[in-house]
């Protein structure tokens, strides 16, 4: 289900100042002028917002390289401007991944020349590693569109554990991919979950607990004093004889953040092989409940809901996504109890 309707700048709004030929991934053509309040400063850091479509690192690389000049002359990244310089920016894009496309289907939800959105389904892992070198998300996107190569992370703006499904991000240009990690960053991509968790909770609240690493087992996360804030918001949708629906929305992003904090207040996510405290069945639940709950064998969280602004043309957009089949029948038998 989509949603779409025109956004308006927001009063203040910075103006571009460059002209740009082609910010999208292959060959880059782009003019700037150093501005005079910007005197002073390092060249480095004047031309990443002049040119925020692209990393720092690879801006300096291209000042090194003599692909970005200054008046007219290469210039080293540390060298101060004075202001009113010309910037100048010719360079290629060089591909960062090097996975292989792989033909995996893929569920569009969402698409438009800036951006898509993915429905991911359970047990896809979203980028390879040392333990899966493919058959993930990556190598499907690369499939779909051999230019998201010139990306990180083939444009993935935010992830998704291996066992979660639902509504994922995908930039498409670099200009799309800085936008939207920027919003992501300030918060302005709103997004939302469903979480089937085991008891029966009482009234919707705010977590609000900092998560770090957990202390004895690098694969999990935990509540530490020291860690990053994290702020989770749940409601419920839907009480159960020994269960609970909910309906969460993230302030932050942080690695199990939901996981982590619903095991926290004492509501773990059904199936969670990490925080969920193993396989536990109710008292009285009828065979049908139990071998459903013991077949169920990945955390039962689903990311329902994405809405953010597209960079192409600025306009909001939101996307909601099916919840899977066995998330889909796991409520249906849980609510017969």
């Known amino acids: 289900m989509i949603a779409e309707s025109p956004a308006r700048p927001a009063v203040g709004d910075p103006v571009p100042v460059q002209s740009v030929a082609d910010a999208s991934p292959g060959h880059v053509q782009a003019?700037?002028?150093?501005?005079?309040?910007?005197?002073g400063r390092r060249f480095d850091q004047v031309a990443a917002e002049l040119f925020g479509q692209h990393s720092r690192s690879r801006l300096t690389e291209w000042i090194r390289q003599g692909r970005l000049t200054l008046a007219g002359r290469t210039a080293k990244p540390s060298e101060r401007v004075v202001g009113g310089e010309a910037v100048r920016l010719d360079a290629v894009v060089e591909n960062?991944?090097?996975?292989?496309?792989?033909?995996i289907a893929l569920d569009v939800l969402y698409e438009d020349a800036a951006c898509l959105v993915i429905n991911k389904p359970p047990g896809l892992t979203v980028h390879p590693g040392a333990g899966q070198p493919s058959g993930t998300l990556v190598n499907a996107l690369l499939h779909r569109d051999p230019s998201l190569a010139a990306l990180p992370r083939a444009g993935l703006v935010h992830r998704l554990d291996k066992d979660?499904?639902?509504?994922?991000?995908?930039?498409?240009?670099?200009?799309?991919h800085?936008?939207?990690?920027?919003?992501?960053?300030?918060?302005?991509?709103?997004?939302e979950y469903i979480a089937v968790v085991r008891g029966v909770v009482i009234a919707g609240n705010t977590i609000d607990e900092p998560i770090g690493r957990h202390p004895h087992d690098r694969m999990r996360k935990a509540i530490r004093e020291d860690g990053r804030h994290a702020v989770t918001h749940y409601r419920v949708r839907e009480r159960l004889a020994h269960h609970s629906v909910l309906d969460l929305a993230l302030e932050t992003g942080r690695t199990h953040q939901i996981r982590v904090h619903l095991a926290h207040v004492g509501f773990p996510i059904i199936g969670d092989p990490l925080y969920g405290g193993g396989l536990k069945l109710p008292r009285g639940a009828s065979d049908t409940v139990r071998d459903t709950l013991r077949q169920f064998r990945r955390q039962a969280l689903h990311a329902q809901r994405l809405g953010f602004a597209s960079p192409d043309g600025d306009r909001e957009v939101s996307v909601s996504a099916p919840p899977p089949a066995d998330l889909a029948h796991l409520i249906e038998v849980l609510r017969g109890e």
């Open 31 to 39: 003019e700037s002028t150093v501005p005079d309040d910007a005197a």
């Open 164 to 176: 979660t499904s639902g509504a994922l991000l995908v930039a498409r240009t670099l200009t799309a």
């Open 96 to 103: 960062v991944l090097r996975d292989a496309p792989e033909a």
């Open 178 to 191: 800085t936008a939207l990690a920027a919003a992501l960053l300030r918060r302005d991509v709103r997004r």
